[in-house]
């Protein structure tokens, strides 16, 4: 289901123990819940300790209390700063219930702890979320000692490329021990950053029998099976090795219930090993397996985020979105995003969802309206803006209304330069001087100035539109200003700071270019949207310099000193290789060999440099759907300071050090004589970019 999980700090107050219990008392009484064994996920406090437990019940009667074990502060998870974890492994104890559930289930204590629940025909045991991911899980000593049913229920966010991992783990755990594995996860936005997962599967001796839609815009998805035990008794016996273990496993604490999952007579009712497959109705669906359904990285990032905003839309209480759309590739993957939802929404109403028409029909304030057509829908929800000054190129503003025109959405063309004009006079009227572009003999410093009132100017007039379009438009409401920086821009600080990357959200904060790129291309050849090909084929440029002769004076690559494939990798290494200047240097000397160890040691340090004079902004990142493992997000993803020495002297001086030897190691050797002429690049580690001019101050508010 939707919602629930990240309550976060509001963990910390009594307030959210005190109405789950409420809650719980709801699910107790209600007639939905009777003849079903039931697990629901709340946190309990016990002995004035607070655990992450799951709580089952049948009947009106709560079975067990059965605390996590294990916790997860990977990434941008923090559970350790909210809930302990039971340390006493195969222990129960007495749980007092609060009050007014002991009035419904006439119990007083219930037990709590490691413990499993025995019903008159299997045993069933609980492995959660982090204990699966864990090498000690939990379900192998459980399945050891009998229990045929594992609940694990999770709250894993998603991350492009990580579905297969959690379909391994799954598998691998109930191939092994044999034994049913039912996973269940949360998915969609939680108010976060997170995109949950979903992937909530159904597992029997290393056969997925059932999996939910993935990418869904549903409030609940149901994943059901049926299957024959007697399946993973025969299994289990025939894995000699495992039965003579199992005879001496340690036992668990059952508890004990007189009730049955499978009913009298259905003696060989055999197990199905049919998939079912019944969700996947929708077009993006690609089999790269005869039972799994994966998606490629350019489909996840279609829906994962799509999803999310959709979420975040219906939440906010706001009647749509507002892009700047440059005609680039940034800009141009939202509104594609954009688009994806809208045809999600269409599809998902189509099915018959009444949840999505009610919300679509809120948001956009009529209540018979039912989309039928994406692009009109498109044309309802969001509003883009080509934001032009009299230097911006033909050829961007072409690309931006052909790509909307396509798409559909509400597309405006407009000019900012009178209040760049204006911003600038106040300036001039007190300094009594003029600053200059570069191509007009300016300073670096009046340059980027130049550059960034521009920039930043786009910003006001963006939440300027985006209030008041819906008024213009005649409908209630306003709009959620979208914002479109990539995380690869983000981590070089290739940014102006407040310019329209600070917007309310930003749906691909969490992703590389490179798979923006491919996304796109995928994309537009999926729905025919021919303004694609000149979007992916044009040079990335900011355009905030004057054309010189008609011609582009800016392009990002050459801007940053780097390319957007050296970002990924620099990326990459700083989080999750854990590498710093020294250990980036020494890790990519023997991966980039079409470069010389000395022009490794400069870029290594230009990214250094820039990262350190950088960092500030990270700080100020707009709230981005987390998807890519290397975000340098400062607010969850990536804890550091934002004040640096930017000289990095120690480290430097190491990697300088190092380059000496490595030198006088291959003339020793007779290799790697004199200078090396780079050649283009052959490793997938990618294009090397323009040759680095070390003393080139990086560009938008970075000195
Ligand atoms: C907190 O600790 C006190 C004293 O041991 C105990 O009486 C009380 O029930 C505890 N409350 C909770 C919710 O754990
Ligand atoms: C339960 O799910 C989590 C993923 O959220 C996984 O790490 C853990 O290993 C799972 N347990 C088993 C037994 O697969
Ligand atoms: C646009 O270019 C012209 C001519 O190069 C220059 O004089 C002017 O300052 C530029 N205007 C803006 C707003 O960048
Ligand atoms: C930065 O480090 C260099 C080298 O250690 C040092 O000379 C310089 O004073 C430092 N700068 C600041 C502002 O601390």
Same mark, same amino acid.
């Given at each position: 289901?939707?919602?629930?999980?990240?309550?976060?700090?509001?963990?910390?107050?009594?307030?959210?123990?005190?109405?789950?219990?409420?809650?719980?008392?709801?699910?107790?009484?209600?007639?939905?819940?009777?003849?079903?064994?039931?697990?629901?996920?709340?946190?309990?406090?016990?002995?004035?300790?607070?655990?992450?437990?799951?709580?089952?019940?049948?009947?009106?009667?709560?079975?067990?209390?059965?605390?996590?074990?294990?916790?997860?502060?990977?990434?941008?998870?923090?559970?350790?700063?909210?809930?302990?974890?039971?340390?006493?492994?195969?222990?129960?104890?007495?749980?007092?219930?609060?009050?007014?559930?002991?009035?419904?289930?006439?119990?007083?204590?219930?037990?709590?702890?490691?413990?499993?629940?025995?019903?008159?025909?299997?045993?069933?045991?609980?492995?959660?979320?982090?204990?699966?991911?864990?090498?000690?899980?939990?379900?192998?000593?459980?399945?050891?000692?009998?229990?045929?049913?594992?609940?694990?229920?999770? $709250?894993?966010?998603?991350? *492009?490329?990580?579905?297969?991992?959690? =379909?391994?783990?799954?598998?691998?755990?109930?191939?092994? /021990?044999?034994?049913?594995? !039912?996973?269940?996860?949360?998915?969609?936005?939680?108010?976060?950053? !997170?995109?949950?997962?979903?992937?909530?599967?159904?597992?029997?001796?290393?056969?997925?029998?059932?999996?939910?839609?993935?990418?869904?815009?549903?409030?609940?998805?149901?994943?059901? /099976?049926?299957?024959?035990?007697?399946?993973?008794?025969?299994?289990?016996? $025939?894995?000699?090795?495992?039965?003579?273990?199992?005879?001496?496993?340690?036992?668990?604490?059952?508890?004990?219930?007189?009730?049955?999952?499978?009913?009298? $007579?259905?003696?060989? +009712?055999?197990?199905?090993?049919?998939?079912? @497959?019944?969700?996947?109705?929708?077009?993006?669906?690609?089999?790269?397996?005869?039972?799994?359904?994966?998606?490629?990285?350019?489909?996840?990032?279609?829906? /994962?985020?799509?999803?999310?905003?959709?979420?975040?839309?219906?939440?906010?209480?706001?009647?749509?979105?507002?892009?700047?759309?440059?005609? %680039? =590739?940034?800009?141009?993957?939202?509104?594609?995003?954009?688009?994806?939802?809208?045809? !999600? *929404?269409?599809?998902?109403?189509?099915?018959?969802?009444?949840?999505?028409?009610?919300?679509?029909?809120?948001? #956009?304030?009529?209540?018979?309206?039912?989309?039928?057509?994406?692009?009109?829908?498109?044309? @309802?929800?969001?509003?883009?803006?080509? !934001?032009?000054?009299?230097?911006?190129?033909?050829?961007?503003?072409?690309?931006?209304?052909?790509?909307?025109?396509?798409?559909?959405?509400?597309?405006?063309?407009?000019? *900012?330069?009178? /209040?760049?004009?204006?911003?600038?006079?106040?300036?001039?009227? =007190?300094?009594?001087?003029?600053?200059?572009?570069?191509?007009?003999?300016?300073?670096?410093?009046?340059?980027?100035?130049?550059?960034?009132?521009?920039?930043?100017?786009?910003?006001?007039?963006?939440?300027?539109?985006?209030?008041?379009?819906?008024?213009?438009?005649?409908?209630?409401?306003?709009?959620?200003?979208?914002?479109?920086?990539?995380?690869?821009?983000?981590?070089?600080?290739?940014?102006?700071?407040? +310019?329209?990357?600070?917007?309310?959200?930003?749906?691909?904060?969490?992703?590389?270019?490179? &798979?923006?790129?491919?996304?796109?291309?995928?994309?537009?050849?999926?729905?025919?949207?021919?303004?694609?090909?000149?979007?992916?084929?044009?040079?990335?440029?900011?355009?905030?310099?004057?054309?010189?002769?008609?011609?582009?004076?800016?392009?990002?690559?050459?801007?940053?000193?780097?390319?957007?494939?050296?970002?990924?990798?620099? %990326?990459?290494?700083?989080?999750?290789?854990?590498?710093?200047?020294?250990?980036?240097?020494?890790?990519? #000397?023997?991966?980039?060999?079409?470069?010389?160890?000395?022009?490794?040691?400069?870029?290594?340090?230009?990214?250094?440099?820039?990262?350190?004079?950088?960092?500030?902004?990270?700080?100020?990142?707009?709230?981005?759907?987390?998807?890519?493992?290397?975000?340098?997000?400062?607010?969850?993803?990536?804890?550091?300071?934002?004040?640096?020495?930017?000289?990095?002297?120690?480290?430097?001086?190491?990697? +300088?050090?190092? =380059?000496?030897?490595?030198?006088? +190691? &291959?003339? %020793?050797?007779?290799?790697?004589?004199?200078?090396?002429?780079?050649?283009?690049?052959?490793?997938?580690?990618?294009?090397?970019?323009?040759?680095?001019?070390?003393?080139?101050?990086?560009?938008?508010?970075?000195?």
């Amino acid at each position: 289901i939707r919602r629930g999980y990240n309550c976060e700090d509001h963990f910390y107050e009594y307030d959210t123990i005190r109405h789950s219990w409420e809650v719980l008392a709801v699910l107790l009484k209600s007639s939905i819940c009777e003849d079903i064994l039931i697990d629901v996920g709340m946190p309990v406090m016990h002995k004035n300790v607070t655990y992450n437990c799951r709580v089952a019940f049948l009947n009106r009667r709560i079975l067990l209390i059965r605390p996590k074990m294990q916790m997860c502060d990977n990434s941008i998870y923090r559970e350790g700063r909210w809930f302990s974890p039971w340390r006493k492994i195969r222990t129960v104890e007495d749980y007092f219930l609060p009050r007014q559930i002991a009035q419904i289930t006439g119990q007083t204590v219930v037990p709590i702890g490691d413990a499993v629940i025995a019903t008159r025909d299997t045993c069933i045991g609980f492995e959660i979320c982090e204990e699966l991911w864990h090498p000690d899980s939990n379900h192998i000593p459980a399945s050891l000692d009998g229990v045929e049913i594992i609940s694990n229920a999770s $709250g894993s966010m998603f991350e *492009i490329r990580k579905a297969y991992e959690v =379909v391994d783990l799954v598998k691998t755990a109930s191939a092994k /021990a044999g034994g049913c594995y !039912m996973y269940s996860d949360f998915f969609g936005c939680d108010g976060g950053r !997170m995109f949950f997962m979903g992937f909530s599967s159904i597992t029997v001796n290393g056969a997925m029998l059932a999996r939910a839609k993935q990418f869904s815009l549903r409030e609940v998805e149901v994943t059901t /099976a049926t299957f024959d035990l007697e399946v993973i008794r025969s299994y289990r016996n $025939g894995i000699r090795s495992r039965t003579h273990s199992s005879a001496s496993s340690p036992a668990y604490p059952r508890v004990k219930i007189d009730f049955a999952l499978t009913s009298d $007579g259905e003696i060989c +009712d055999l197990m199905s090993s049919r998939i079912d @497959t019944s969700h996947v109705t929708d077009e993006y669906s690609l089999t790269t397996s005869p039972e799994i359904l994966y998606f490629r990285p350019e489909e996840e990032i279609s829906m /994962a985020p799509a999803c999310w905003l959709w979420d975040y839309l219906r939440r906010s209480c706001q009647g749509g979105f507002f892009l700047p759309l440059s005609g %680039g =590739v940034d800009s141009s993957s939202v509104a594609c995003i954009v688009y994806s939802m809208c045809r !999600m *929404i269409v599809e998902e109403v189509k099915t018959g969802d009444p949840q999505v028409l009610a919300d679509v029909r809120k948001i #956009v304030g009529d209540c018979d309206y039912v989309p039928t057509d994406p692009k009109q829908l498109c044309n @309802t929800l969001l509003v883009t803006c080509y !934001m032009g000054t009299e230097n911006s190129s033909a050829q961007t503003k072409a690309r931006a209304s052909q790509l909307a025109s396509q798409i559909g959405s509400y597309h405006l063309s407009i000019v *900012i330069d009178t /209040a760049i004009t204006a911003v600038l006079g106040i300036f001039q009227q =007190v300094a009594k001087m003029t600053p200059k572009f570069r191509v007009h003999g300016g300073s670096p410093r009046e340059n980027l100035a130049l550059q960034n009132v521009q920039a930043r100017m786009r910003m006001v007039v963006a939440y300027l539109f985006a209030q008041l379009m819906l008024w213009v438009r005649g409908r209630p409401g306003g709009l959620l200003v979208l914002g479109s920086s990539n995380v690869d821009e983000a981590l070089r600080g290739y940014f102006t700071k407040y +310019d329209c990357s600070s917007a309310d959200i930003n749906p691909i904060g969490g992703i590389s270019k490179e &798979d923006l790129k491919r996304f796109l291309v995928w994309f537009g050849e999926r729905h025919g949207l021919s303004a694609i090909k000149q979007i992916l084929e044009a040079t990335p440029t900011a355009e905030l310099e004057p054309l010189k002769g008609g011609q582009l004076v800016q392009a990002d690559e050459v801007d940053m000193g780097m390319t957007y494939k050296e970002l990924a990798v620099y %990326g990459r290494l700083r989080k999750l290789e854990c590498s710093g200047p020294f250990s980036m240097f020494c890790q990519l #000397v023997p991966r980039w060999s079409h470069c010389s160890p000395q022009e490794v040691a400069d870029k290594v340090k230009h990214f250094w440099r820039c990262y350190a004079i950088n960092r500030h902004k990270m700080t100020i990142l707009t709230p981005a759907c987390h998807l890519e493992t290397y975000s340098p997000d400062d607010n969850r993803a990536d804890h550091r300071q934002f004040l640096y020495n930017h000289t990095w002297k120690w480290q430097f001086d190491a990697i +300088d050090e190092q =380059v000496k030897k490595i030198n006088e +190691d &291959d003339r %020793g050797r007779g290799k790697r004589e004199g200078p090396k002429i780079p050649t283009k690049p052959q490793s997938s580690y990618g294009a090397v970019s323009t040759p680095l001019k070390t003393n080139k101050l990086p560009r938008l508010d970075c000195d």
